[in-house]
């Protein structure tokens, strides 16, 4: 007989499986090695569609994610707000550490950060803050390079504090 992991432990397995891609992807990519993160990032979706309750679902959100962060962060490489660091083949399209981290963060939104589907307000707060807050972070440690960073800043903040509460609600389970 199959047992079941409890719910906790899988919100908590996800948020240190977002976590490891997260720095591994940033810290990786600050080394000009662009591959890593994305291996990371498929070991730990490996582990996140065996715990979860549908994985078709989650994939629709893994792509709707991933397509969104990329598209969001190619524009800002191609307009020269913020450029990756290292040779990215792909230019201008994000290169595949960055594509790691999207579908990982994609994978939290039905399990460590499912809390965003009950209160719209705070997801919008969390990406207007929280996620900005990642490419700083980035920046810190030298996995991009803000040209712009103000404005670049800016148009983060203000797209996801709108995507975000959206990616959200597309995320929730759709009741049988």
Known sequence: MKKEVPVYLKKIINFIGYLVT??????????CYIWPGFLVALIFLMIHFKLCDSIKHELKIIVLVTLLGCSIDSALNYYHYLAFAGANPWYPFS?????????????????????????????A???????????????????????????????LSLLWMVLLPIATWIAQPTKK
């Not at 969390?126 to 810190?140: E, N, R």
């Open 22 to 31: 997260w720095i591994t992807s940033v810290y990786s990519a600050a080394h």
């Open 95 to 123: 290169p595949p550490w960055l594509w790691g981290i999207w579908m990982a963060f994609g994978a939290t939104l039905n399990s460590s950060l499912a809390i965003f589907q009950r209160h719209r307000f705070i997801a």
């Open 125 to 155: 707060g969390s990406g207007a803050v929280d996620l900005p807050m990642t490419y700083l972070i980035g920046q810190k440690i030298g996995a991009i390079h803000f040209i712009h960073l103000l404005n670049a800043l800016s148009i």
